[in-house]
Structures are given as structure tokens and as C-alpha cells.
């Protein structure tokens, strides 16, 4: 069986460990600077995997995006990565679709219940999250977060270091650019500059509807 | 092949009873003021069922929530199931995903397409209706409806006998209350009170675009 | 091997053709005024088609619909069909999820991960796009377009040649007439009247928030 390492411990490691194990790995070590749900397999961070990697098939990037900080984090994990040229095989989850012709670089992950239509394009170590769908011929760059429920259209292309965020929408074949952050539920009905930010409208709290829905 | 009583009979009772049949159960009866689509098996109401319990291996509650009156409506059926201690197992449609580590208390039904992340734990029947996504470590509570495709972040805590509606998202971490009713489309982006209710803003009518899209 | 012959040569022809291959039929030509993606299998439009016709053994409706121009273009490729008898079986995805009972008329498209719900009714040619949600009940008229991640409620209706952005909803029970558009990312709380347009409220932009979110 072969070994993976994960760098990163969080709830998205656990995430990417379950998908890896159900592709046949065996999780075998955790490297982070906070060893969270994985400390009975925590060996360090990244000195330490450097000067174990020779005991891995292949490592996974385990750190989520949720914000632009997080997105850094990444790409400078990332550039680390390719530079030691570490091993890091996509991970697609057995009940995510990947259709005819849709094209995975190294690194990505592809969640459960997610769909990545035919001859899509995900660039390296993008994240492909729970039930996520990429349209036809779709082009998304490397290091791009689409969030669990988003769509991208088909034709559409997002720029490398994007967060697209959970049940947000980018309509077919518009072009979103580098660095963008597009908030929870919004919709990019046109192009998006690089490094541009959508926020969502706030819902409407109801003040004569805040009594208790059923008697204590 | 063990066999299962319906509490209901409306739409909802039709779904459940399809997932009680692809997990081997025989339908053997329902229960319900009004017998709705299952009159050929309609057999009374809840002290009719009390006085035939011991013809089942099981019952499931299948009133749907749609509004705060229908959640108090299953609010107080299931203290009367569980005042009788009739078995209620999950019920887990083949189609959807429950994650390594994930925890369904008895009742829970979880419909086709739903993905249960790893080690979310969900409390007494609770819905996870088709397509939900329930994050990794959420804890949602008991008697919560999670309406079709909504979002539930990793982390994020969803209080006993509240509403998600359809599309809806609580976002990562964010704790929302006891008999919350979150509107269709609605976003938690922050903590909701218990009690709370939030609603969506309204969409555009295009008024000039009503001509019919096509000739008669 | 059965045969098949698009109409339509673009991305949505690829996804049609895709699962049309997963269902065990042959993709042998395409028909369209533009070959698009079909180059190597095109051999004209309509006329050509009907000359030829006997070499098929179905046919399916590949133009999608994202505007009243498109659902319009479908709508006189839909009578041209049924005109000719041209013979068009649905066309389910084996990653989809039909359930029991539920009626899907000649022509229909039902995309990978889409759900359709016990007892709900597809009209003839309309699209269950990837993800979509039709509901208990629901009756979805011909030429309809729901597109990806939408859902309609339990025991909904939806008129002919209508058009359901992605990720919008129409609620449980509520009616929507024949020739609306409703936007993406929109609601259908209360009933829609034939022609109807509804359009999402635009998000904020956030200015302050433009900056590159990584350094170059």
C-alpha cells in the first residue's frame, strides 16, 4: 500500500485523508505547524518532511482556503512543493465525477458528490470541494478554492490563487481573474479584475419573527 | 425482511419510505391524520400505532418541515416516539455519502446526493435532505431540518429544532441557534441568536423583459 | 451498439454525448450549423439529417438553453423533431439519481449528480442539468432548463419553456408559468406568471478590498 504524508491538521486534512485512503492510500504521517485532529502521526513540519520524504510515495496539501491569508499560505506552501519537487498526485474522491477528457494537474483534490465536466481543466493543487461542478471546458487556474456547492460554467476560466466561495456562481464562460475572492453566494455575472473582492447583500434578519419556534 | 411504519403520509413520507425500501425494509404501514399518498396502507393515527407497535421492526417520522409550525408539529411527535421508545433507526439513502467518523443519533434520515463530512455528528431525527453538505466536525442538533442543497460548514453548530432552508449556508465555525428558521438562499455569516429568523432579500421582476420569450 | 446523432455540436453536445456513451450508444454524427466540437463527426444540418436518418437509431436535442433566444431555438428544433418523429429516448446519466416513479417524458437530459424525486414528472426535451434537485411531485413542463445546482420544491410546477438559473429555486408547491426566466441564483417564492423575468440584486463589489491578495 503505498504512504502518504499530510501537511496540514485540520478538518480539511481529515478531509483529504479519508478521499486518499479510499484511493488506497495509507496515511502514514502528518507535517504541520499545528499537529490539530492528527498528533498520534504528527512528525513536524516542513524540515522534517524534507529530511524524511524519502519514506513517501506522495504527500497531500491539507491546509484550506477561507480567506485571502489562507490562499497565501498556500500558494507558499505550493512553491515550496514544486520546488523540492515533492510528489503530490491528485486525490479524487470514488463519488466525485470526473467526466471524458476533464484534465486534473498534480495537487488537486476533488471532494465528494463534485462534478468536473468534460474537458475541464483544474490547474495545480486546486481544490475542488464537496459537491462543487465545473462546466464544459471550464479552465481553472492553479491554486483555486471553489468552495462546496459552487459552479463554475462551462467555458468559464478562474485565474490561479482564486477562493470562489460555497454555492457561489461563475456564469458560463466568463472570465474570472487572478486573486479574486468571490463571497459566499455571489454570482459573477461579468468579468472579474484580478485581486478583486464580491461580498454577498445581507439577508434580512426578521425582528417580529425572533419569537421561539416552538414553547420551551 | 424487517418491516417499517410511516408516521405521515404526504411527499416526505414518500421519500423516506423510498429509502426504507433500498436499505431492505418493507413499508408495512402508515400512520397519519391524513393518509395522504398511502392510503392503501393507512392504518389510523399515533394510538393506533401504539396498539400495533409490536407488528414492526421500526418507524420512521416523515413530516416534513417547511415552516416553524411544522417543526413544532415533529417537535412533539418525536417526544412522543421517544416517551414510547419506539426504534427509529437512521435512515441513510445508498446515494449519499456519510463521511469516515460520522455520527447519526436514531431518527436521523439523510436523502439522495447528501454528503455527511467526516466526524459531523448529527442529533436525533434530523434531516439532512437531498444534496445537503454537512461539513466535517458540524455538529448539528436534534429535530433540525437541512433543506435541499444547503451548505453547513466544517465546525459549524446548528441548534435543536431549527430550519436551514433550501440553498442556504452556514458558514465555517459559526454557531447558529435553537428554532432558528435561515430563509431559502440565506447566509449565516455570523452567529444567529436563538430564535432568530432570517429571510432573503427579494429579486429584481424585470419588468420590461415579461413579453413572452417565445411566439404562441 | 445503438447509434446516435447530435444535434448540436458545442460543450452542452459534449456533455450529452458523454452520457449518451455511458448509456451504451454509439455517437455517430453530429448535425449543426456550426460543427463546434464535432468536427470529425459532422455531417450537416436538418436536412441532411433527415436524409439520413435511417442510419440512427436515436437522436438528441444538443443546443442548451442560457436565454430566451436559446430556449426559443430549442423550441423550433423540438417541433421539427416531433414533426419528423424523430425517435429521441431520455437520456439519463448513470450518475444521476432517478427515483421511484418519477416520469421522464422522450427527449429529456438528466445530468451527472442531478436528482429527481420520487413521483415528479419531466415534460418532453427539457434539461436536468448536473446537480439539479426536482422534487416529490414536481411537474416540469417540456422544454424546461433547470440548470446546474437549481432546485424545485416538492409538488412544484414549472411551464413549458422555461428557463431555472443555476443555483436557484423554486419553492415547495409554488407554480411557475411557461416562458419565465428566473435568474440565477433566484428564488421563486410565490408564484411566476408566464413570461415572467426575475433577476438576482447585484452583490457588492468591495473596493477597499481590491488589492492583490498575494504579493506578485
Known amino acids: 500500500m503505498p504512504t502518504l504524508a499530510l501537511i496540514g491538521g485540520g478538518g480539511f486534512a481529515k478531509e483529504v485523508a479519508e478521499v486518499a485512503r479510499l484511493n488506497g492510500y495509507e496515511v502514514a504521517a502528518c507535517y504541520a505547524e499545528n499537529a490539530g485532529y492528527f498528533g498520534h502521526i504528527h512528525r513536524g513540519y516542513l524540515d522534517d518532511l524534507l529530511a524524511e520524504r524519502d519514506g513517501y510515495d506522495a504527500v497531500a496539501l491539507c491546509v484550506g482556503a477561507t480567506s485571502r491569508r489562507s490562499v497565501q499560505v498556500r500558494r507558499e506552501l505550493i512553491a515550496w512543493l514544486v520546488r523540492h519537487a515533492l510528489p503530490a498526485p491528485p486525490l479524487v474522491s470514488p463519488r466525485a465525477i470526473c467526466a471524458e477528457g476533464a484534465r486534473l494537474a498534480p495537487g488537486v483534490f476533488v471532494g465528494h458528490g463534485a462534478v468536473v465536466a468534460v474537458d475541464a481543466v483544474v490547474g495545480g493543487f486546486s481544490v475542488i470541494n464537496v459537491s462543487a461542478m465545473i462546466g464544459h471546458d471550464a479552465v481553472v487556474g492553479a491554486n483555486v478554492t471553489v468552495a462546496p456547492g459552487a459552479f463554475i460554467g462551462g467555458g468559464a476560466s478562474v485565474g490561479d490563487d482564486t477562493l470562489i466561495g460555497p454555492l457561489s456562481m461563475v456564469m458560463q464562460g466568463v472570465r474570472v481573474g487572478r486573486e479574486v475572492v468571490l463571497g459566499a453566494g455571489?454570482?459573477?455575472?461579468?468579468?472579474?479584475?484580478?485581486?478583486?473582492?464580491?461580498?454577498?447583500?445581507?439577508?434580512?434578519?426578521?425582528?417580529?419573527?425572533?419569537?421561539?419556534?416552538?414553547?420551551a
Open 186 to 215: 455571489c454570482t459573477a455575472l461579468r468579468p472579474l479584475k484580478d485581486g478583486a473582492s464580491v461580498w454577498p447583500r445581507l439577508d434580512r434578519p426578521v425582528k417580529d419573527m425572533t419569537a421561539p419556534a416552538v414553547p
